[in-house]
C-alpha cells in the first residue's frame, strides 16, 4: 500500500525496512561492531545480541506490541475469510449463503484454505518454521509468507492478494510501532567514544552525532 510509505507522517516504515536490509540499522550491535561502543547486549535486559531480528521478534519489551497485532491481524483476516466464505456462496447460487450447497470439493478447499490462514496469521511475527522459510521471521523487512504457493489458497486468488496485502500493511505498521518505541526508550544514548569527530561521519550520517 503507498500511503504508508508515501503519505504516512512518521516514515519508520520505509527506514526499518531501507537500513534492516542492508544491515546497517541503528541496533546496539550494529553500534558495537562499527564503533566499538558500550555493549552490543540487548538495553531492555534480554541476554541477547541487540541484533535487528532479535529486537523486532524476540525481545521481551516489545512482545505486548507483537501480542496486540498478532490479535489484530487475526481477526482482520477471519473477517476476510468471511467475506470471501459469502461471495463464493453468492457465486455458487446457494440458497440463503447455505455452505451445504456448495461442491463437495470447493467446500473442502475453503475450509483448508481457512485452517492454513488462521495458522500463518497467528505466526506472522514469531519463528514459526510452518510459516517462515528457515524459521526466521522477516515480518519487519515488509515480507509475508508465500501464501499463493498453497495448493487449496490459489483457488481463491481475489482472496490470496486481500490478505496478501493486509498482512503486509500489518506487518510495516508493527515494525514502525516497535522502532518508534525503541528510538524513544532512548537505547540510542550510548555516547559516542571521544574519538569520533563529525568529520569521521558521511555527511548525511552527521546528525547522528547530535541525537
Not at 493486509?166 to 528510538?183: D, N, S
Request: charged letters at 20%; proline letters at 5%.
Amino acid at each position: 500500500p503507498p500511503y504508508r510509505y508515501t503519505k504516512a507522517s512518521s516514515a519508520c516504515s520505509a527506514v526499518v525496512q531501507l537500513y534492516a536490509r542492508s544491515s546497517q540499522l541503528d541496533t546496539a550491535a550494529t553500534r558495537f561492531e562499527r564503533h566499538n561502543t558500550s555493549t552490543p547486549y540487548c538495553h531492555f535486559g534480554c541476554l541477547s545480541l541487540e541484533t535487528t531480528h532479535h529486537l523486532f521478534v524476540s525481545c521481551h519489551h516489545f512482545q505486548f506490541l507483537r501480542d496486540e497485532y498478532t490479535h489484530r491481524v487475526c481477526q482482520r483476516t477471519e473477517a476476510l475469510l468471511c467475506e470471501a466464505e459469502t461471495t463464493c456462496c453468492a457465486q455458487e447460487d446457494c440458497s440463503h449463503g447455505a455452505r451445504s450447497s456448495w461442491p463437495t470439493e470447493r467446500a473442502r478447499l475453503f475450509d483448508d484454505t481457512r485452517h492454513n490462514l488462521r495458522r500463518i496469521a497467528a505466526g506472522l511475527f514469531v519463528d514459526d518454521a510452518s510459516v517462515w522459510p528457515q524459521s526466521l521471521s522477516h515480518f519487519y523487512l515488509g515480507s509475508v509468507p508465500a501464501i499463493s504457493t498453497l495448493l487449496s489458497v490459489r483457488q481463491f486468488p481475489r482472496l490470496v492478494r486481500k490478505v496478501a496485502n493486509l498482512w503486509h500493511e500489518e506487518c510495516i505498521l508493527l515494525a514502525g510501532r516497535i522502532w518508534g518505541e525503541y528510538k524513544r526508550a532512548g537505547s540510542h544514548r550510548s555516547a559516542m567514544p571521544s574519538h569520533v569527530s563529525p568529520s569521521d561521519f558521511p555527511y548525511h550520517l552527521r546528525y547522528l552525532l547530535s541525537s
